[in-house]
């Protein structure tokens, strides 16, 4: 009689899986202990029930009561690939912005987002990609150079300003106003290491790199974020890393990111990563450093991965199956994916946030002003405009966009605020959208044209025919302004002289246009600086697959650049004075002063900027950006600002220990405070450090 009752009771489940969900399990019980629940639900699976769990697809396990999950989802500069949603400026254009506090309020305002859509996906039965919570964002690689597609997807060139940018989008994300043990949504850390292209060969890639630039340049951004934030995913790269793909990198997952940064979330890897171990493709080349699946499987779960995006299932399971890998490391990994799933599919059905940018802030704190004869602000002019981005509505969107309600264009933003003139004779200036779009650099683009290949560049100067089109333009006469819309570097030196104004828009977001007509009208003085070095033309980069930084970005190239890292003008005349560098206290303060300007607003924002200069190490960068602060400043009037340091950046590499270390007490420095990384733009304050 009792073997019929389970039987039946069986048959019930099996017809009826609701009966069964109405069931309490201890896991179910959101009163216990998240470490029991956890445990008591590994109890109950069967090894191929746990398996599947580690596949970015968790199918559902109606038996009890699990729902299907997906891990893949996309937050890079909104909720993306998942219907209509805020399209913000492009990450590389955030950076530009110098103000960690906007890209906080932004994934903060993400997140609230995409808990409406999870919450809509889970009421009408969706589990597909793109609805969950758990995102892959932000992309923390160092923009090495200007040539990599994928580099509009990062925070630019300098380890300082990508760890403090990247840590902004962390906290915004996963907690935004709300209580600090609640989870919004889980950010993850993208991609360790040492990832920015070549495109077209990423699947094969070795990169091999020095001690000095992986500790110095590659990885500190990973090391803070991991040290100052609860962050909750790592992705791990395609390339290899010195000889090792970094999905089964031992050194890489192992000894330095679990042991020596103590990092306990997730590691998962990048999407299919682990087919580029053993997979023989005869057109995409591979790493091919496996001779089965099953092996690349088992390196990389020995080496603390514990989620793949890719469909590695069986891979895995005969892994297992051959004793490759211990049942009891599975239920480790797995511990780490259902903790996060728990915690972050029943945090409370509504995230709290109070917005405090709007995409049309957001994308003119974002502009970078590199020329003004005076022709900007423009006052009721008669404008012409031209160039291939002036209607261009994919353009300001970039890429792992979602899809607003509207974009605004430059042309709908200009005509709002001008009368605009047909002919460029007729006109009082001219305005050209020129650059690049998001078809032409990206991730792995099937694009093989003169200057561009697989989503990278090949060169960095303007394209041909519209270098010819600003040459005719500028014989008319009229005064011309350049709006360089693009997600990296666009090399000058063959333009310059024929323009009055340039303008960097990078891809602004949704409400682009409008946004390019109220910083030309001189409606804002907020924008920003650059956070790549603007190289005069490609003869100035090395080579683009050699990762050594030696000749790269601020830090270390000897020639001097179009436009420096931390430049860009203002509308406003501003000054700084009464400087004070507190080692002790690790802070410098002073007074910013607006001496006037030529816009409409009251005030206007100042980037204050902090660099450590190494006099004496020949082997150390020129200098190294510590310290940041955008202040408004009203109009003829003064700030005050205090910039606290962090000790982390004040560190430098150890070439007998092979790792980064605090300076010596008593060593003697040179902060410099200003404008830009150009020592012309920068006042001089040498110190001693004080170690403690």
């Known amino acids: 009689m009792r073997r019929l009752f389970i039987t039946l009771t069986s048959i019930v489940c099996f017809i009826i899986p609701q009966i069964c969900i109405a069931q309490q399990y201890p896991f179910q019980d959101t009163s216990l202990d998240i470490e029991a629940r956890v445990d008591d639900l590994i109890e109950r699976l069967s090894l191929d029930e746990k398996l599947s769990l ?36 492009m990450p590389i254009a955030m950076a530009a912005s110098f103000n960690p506090k906007m890209v906080e309020d932004i994934f903060a305002q993400t997140a609230a987002e995409a ?54 989008c962390v906290n915004g994300l996963q907690h935004g106003d709300n209580d600090k043990s609640v989870l919004s949504a889980a950010a993850c850390l993208k991609h360790l290491a040492v990832h920015s292209g070549p495109e077209g060969i990423r699947h094969q890639f070795d990169a091999n790199v020095s001690q000095r630039d992986l500790w110095a340049t590659y990885l500190p951004a990973f090391e803070y974020i991991i040290r100052c934030s609860d962050v909750r995913q790592v992705m791990c790269g395609y390339n290899r890393l010195n000889g090792t793909p970094c999905c089964t990198n031992h050194e890489l997952l192992v000894v330095i990111l679990r042991n020596k940064w103590h990092y306990d979330g997730i ?58 890998i211990a049942e009891s490391k599975i239920d480790e990994h797995l511990r780490r994916i259902l903790k996060l799933r728990m915690q972050v599919t029943e945090a409370r059905s509504e995230i709290q946030h109070q917005p405090q940018t709007t995409p049309h802030d957001a994308a003119t704190e974002t ?21 291939p981005n002036a209607n261009d509505t994919l353009m300001p969107l970039g890429n792992y966009n979602g899809t607003p309600l509207h974009t605004s264009t430059i042309s709908e933003g200009l005509s709002q605020h001008f009368a605009m003139i047909e002919t460029a004779t007729d006109a009082d200036i001219i305005v050209y959208a020129g650059g690049l779009n998001p078809q032409l650099e990206g991730e792995e683009l099937p694009i093989d044209i003169p200057g561009f ?20 333009l500028k014989k008319t006469g009229k005064p011309l302004v350049l709006l360089l819309c693009s997600g990296s570097a666009i090399a000058q030196e063959n333009i310059i002289d024929e323009t009055n104004a340039i303008m960097v828009c990078w891809y602004g977001g949704e409400d682009m246009g409008k ?38 970005t601020y830090k270390y190239m000897s020639e001097k650049p179009m436009f420096p890292f931390g430049y860009g003008l203002s509308y406003s005349d501003f000054k700084i004075s009464n400087i004070n560098v507190d080692i002790k206290e690790m802070c410098v303060k002073g007074i910013v002063h607006n001496y006037g300007t030529k816009a409409k607003c009251k005030s206007g924002k100042a980037v204050i900027q902090v660099y450590l200069n190494y006099p004496k190490d020949k082997y150390a960068p020129k200098k190294t950006l510590v310290g940041i602060a955008k202040v408004d400043v009203p109009t003829n009037g003064e700030s005050e600002f205090n910039i606290n340091l962090d000790r982390f950046w004040f560190r430098k590499f150890n070439k007998t ?20 990384s150009d020592d012309k733009d920068l006042d001089n304050f040498p110190f001693k450090y004080i170690r403690q």
Not at 138 to 161: C, H, V
Not at 296 to 310: Q, R
Not at 453 to 472: A, S
Not at 538 to 544: E, I, K, N, R, S
Request: proline content about 4%.
């Open 54 to 89: 580690m596949e970015h697809r968790n199918p559902a396990i109606p038996r009890l009561g699990l729902k299907a999950y997906s891990w893949w989802n996309e937050a890079l500069h909104g909720v993306g690939r998942n219907g209509i949603a805020t399209v913000w400026p």
């Open 115 to 168: 808990h409406r859509k999870y919450n809509e996906a889970q009421a009408n039965e969706k589990y597909d990609e793109y609805t969950g919570l758990t995102f892959f964002t932000p992309n923390i690689n160092i923009f090495r150079d200007p040539r990599w597609g994928r580099g509009m997807e990062t925070y630019g060139e300098d380890p300082f300003l990508t760890a403090t940018m990247g840590l902004a």
């Open 267 to 324: 590691v998962v890897t990048d999407c299919w990563a682990l087919n580029d171990c053993w997979e023989r493709d005869t057109i995409i080349p591979r790493h091919e450093t496996h001779a089965t699946a099953a092996l690349a499987a088992s390196d990389a779960f020995s080496s603390e991965v514990d989620l793949e995006c890719g469909s590695g299932l069986q891979a895995l399971k005969t892994a297992v199956d051959s004793g490759y």
């Open 367 to 387: 502009f970078v002003l590199l020329k003004n004869d005076g022709v900007l602000p423009i006052d009721k002019k008669r404008i012409f405009l031209a160039g």
């Open 453 to 472: 290949h697989k989503g990278d560049r090949t060169r960095i100067e303007l394209p041909e025919n519209q270098v010819n089109e600003l040459k005719q």
């Open 515 to 552: 946004a390019v007509a109220s910083a030309l009208a001189g409606d804002c003085d907020n924008f920003g600086r650059l956070p790549v070095t603007f190289y005069k033309s490609t003869a100035q980069l090395p080579d683009f697959d050699d990762y050594n930084m030696q000749g790269r």
């Open 657 to 676: 220990t092979g790792e980064m270390e605090e300076l010596v007490h008593g060593e003697k420095m040179l902060l410099q405070v200003g404008f830009s």
